[in-house]
Structures are given as C-alpha cells and as structure tokens.
C-alpha cells in the first residue's frame, strides 16, 4: 500500500548514500520514514512471525533473497537486533560489492553487543531517528501539549494519546525486555521504571533508587543499561573541560521522551505538579538537543554543569563550533538568582553563549544573558541552527 506523502509530516533526517544502521525507539516512525523513501526496496520486516520463524531457522536465505531480485538495490531489514546472524549474511554480500545498500533498523542494540557484532566492522554507518522536534512539526507544535503527551510520533498522530502512553512501558517490558529475557524477575524491573522517573532531569543516586525498588545496586546499575541499549534514557556527564571549581562526579538522568516520562512518573498528594512539569519542561529541550545535534552530524557534545557548592546550569553544548550554557525554567518571569548560575559559569568561560529558557512571551537581554522564550527556542533548532 503506498503511502500518502501528503500525510507525512518531513524529517529533518538524511540518510546516508551507504548501507547504514537506523536504531531508535519504538514509534519514532522509523519504518513510516523508510516506507515513504525506499518504497521499492527489498523487505524484510523481522517483527512478523513468519518471516521471523523463516530467517532464524535459516539466515542463509537472506543470500538467496536478494540474488534473487538483482533489480531491488536497497535492501530494509526491520528490527534487525531480532536475528543477529543476518549480520554476518549482510557482511559477506557487502563485501561481494554488488551495489547494494542496507538499511537496517532496530530499537534496540543490547541483543547486537551481547552477541559480539560490531555493527559490520564499519561497513555500515550508525544513524538514529528521535521523536519529532517542534521545527519539524512547525505549527503543528504546541509547548503544554508537548510537555503533557511527548513527540513520539506513535503518540502524536494517536486519536487517544493517553491510552497509547501508558500501553508504552507495558510494550517495552513485555515484548523487549521480557522477552529478549534481559532480566530475570520483571516484577523488580517494573517497580525501578516507577522508582527512577523520580531521577528524571536529576542527578542520579544508584543506591537511592535501589532503596526504593528494593533490589541490589548492581541489579539497578544493569537496569539502567538496559534502559540506555533500549534507547529509552541517557545520562549526562558533569562539563569539567578547563575545569576550574570542584564539580560533582555523578551524571544526570533523563527518558528521551517528555511524554514517556510522564506516564511513568507517579503523581499523588505530595507531588507538586510545577515539580514534574519542571522536569519535563528541562527533558524536552534535551530531547531537542540531542535530535539536533544528531541530525546534524554529531558534531557537538551534550553535558551538565555542577559545583560542589551548589552552582548548576542544565545543559552545556560544547563542539567546534558551538559553546552553549543553558538554564531551564519552568516560569514565567525571571529574576536575578535565575541568572545566578550562569553567571558564575561565565566567569570561568568566557567563550560561551548563555540562555535562559523561560514560559515567558518576551526575548529578553539581561547582564550578558539572553533570555528566550522556550518554545521559541525550540522552534527555531533546526538543521540550520
């Protein structure tokens, strides 16, 4: 069935003139994308049983496949992590340079490491899809809906967005984790996904989450890696180039998704709900940021900043050409103990830009720093940014 490109909201994603790997989460619209570009290609979708049964009974038929259809150069295989040994048929029909190009999907890259794949020894460039940014929806975007439901396409274009969150984590944990048997009591692992949305936009305590699921720390270390190979979470490391105050050691935590972490995130009478918009407010900018910095070539490095006396700023971006200090907040006005921080951060780097990203209407200039609204902001990163 064709699909009507009228109804396809552009990517601002660019695939690569060789074979390459598309990894991101499930309803990032990965095969959408790739059915609206390559819709004569070759393909291979592992998600249906069939087809599942009958490659990973006998790899080798993949070979078979593609000599047999010589006028098909573009070959999609959907959720490749489900059978790895197709790697090693990929390899040797790459190798036998018969002009092919492999697109090769997948949601998840912990089955690919565990198995000792290196991602075809470079044969094939790594690329990601990430949830829709605000400059690709354009005016399409709105900030509260945003913050409320995410940009996961699968989200997005739902009728019944709420429904289709809370459905999310159960797909991950029943199809993905239970089922690839990445851990061995699913119970624990539902109790930690509860337990470290508190640790959204946070630095994040190991031992503190492991208390509050009550499983060891080295059981909550691996369920936080099977969150990052899952691509559904990242740390940020502590900024400390040139470093010139004592800064703390331990990363911050957020899910890739504003939206995801909301239907994780538990709300009862002791939780303000500033707290948790707060949160998704400062996770949604670092979803745009890093879309943005993958999209536009990997270019830059995305950190935090925090002294041992109290100093923090949200997200430093550091590349070639890039030096941005960011402050989030989750309010309408800004005062002085707003710019505090960054202040303090541009004493000891003079070199960046520094923003404050606020709910307000006004663009504002105050002591060195510009004050944007952030919807603003996040419409305007895009790839010529």
């Known amino acids: 069935m064709r699909l009507n490109m009228k109804l396809i909201i552009p990517r601002f994603f660019t695939p690569p003139k060789q074979s390459f790997f598309l990894f991101g989460p499930r309803g990032t619209g990965k095969s959408t994308?790739?059915?609206?570009?390559?819709?004569?290609?070759?393909?291979?979708?592992l998600l249906d049983p069939e087809t599942?049964?009958?490659?990973?009974a006998r790899p080798e038929r993949l070979e078979e496949l593609v000599l047999?259809?010589?006028?098909?150069?573009?070959?999609?295989?959907?959720?490749?992590?489900k059978i790895p040994e197709l790697l090693d048929v990929v390899h040797a029909l790459i190798e036998k340079k018969l002009g092919l190009r492999f697109i090769l999907t997948g949601s998840s890259s912990r089955k690919l490491k565990r198995t000792g794949v290196d991602l075809l020894a470079g044969r094939a460039v790594k690329r990601d899809l990430h949830p829709f940014m605000a400059a690709e929806l354009k005016d399409k975007f709105k900030l509260a809906e945003a913050l409320e439901n995410g940009l996961l396409p699968l989200v997005f274009k739902s009728n019944d967005k709420d429904s289709v969150l809370k459905a999310y984590a159960s797909l991950y944990v029943t199809e993905e984790v239970q089922a690839e048997g990445l851990v061995r009591n699913i119970g624990n692992f539902s109790r930690f996904l509860e337990a470290i949305?508190?640790?959204?936009?946070?630095?994040?305590?190991?031992?503190?989450?492991?208390?509050?699921?009550?499983?060891e720390r080295k059981v909550v270390e691996n369920y936080v890696s099977i969150l990052e190979d899952l691509l559904l979470s990242c740390r940020?490391?502590?900024?400390?180039?040139?470093?010139?105050?004592e800064l703390i050691s331990h990363n911050k935590f957020y899910f890739f998704d504003a939206g995801v972490f909301r239907s994780l995130r538990p709300s009862g009478p002791l939780d303000k709900s500033e707290e948790i918009s707060g949160a998704a407010l400062e996770g949604l900018v670092l979803q745009h940021l890093t879309a943005w910095n993958s999209y536009t070539g990997e270019k830059n490095k995305i950190y935090f900043?925090?002294?041992?006396?109290?100093?923090?700023?949200?997200?430093?971006?550091?590349?070639?050409?890039?030096?941005?200090?960011?402050?989030?907040?989750?309010?309408?006005?800004?005062?002085?103990?707003?710019l505090r921080s960054l202040r303090t951060f541009k004493e000891d780097y003079p070199e960046c830009k520094t923003y404050v990203l606020y709910r307000g209407k006004e663009k504002l200039l105050r002591r060195g720093v510009q004050i944007v609204p952030c919807e603003d902001f996040l419409l305007g990163l895009n790839l010529k940014h």
Do not use: M
């Open 33 to 45: 994308w790739l059915k609206a570009h390559f819709e004569n290609a070759l393909w291979l979708d």
């Open 52 to 56: 599942f049964r009958l490659y990973s």
């Open 68 to 81: 047999g259809n010589p006028e098909k150069k573009d070959v999609v295989i959907d959720e490749v992590q």
């Open 197 to 215: 949305s508190f640790s959204h936009a946070s630095v994040l305590n190991i031992s503190n989450v492991a208390r509050d699921c009550q499983v």
């Open 236 to 245: 940020l490391p502590v900024f400390s180039k040139r470093a010139k105050r």
């Open 305 to 338: 900043w925090r002294t041992r006396s109290g100093s923090e700023v949200d997200f430093v971006v550091y590349g070639p050409n890039v030096f941005w200090a960011i402050e989030v907040k989750n309010a309408a006005k800004i005062s002085e103990s707003d």
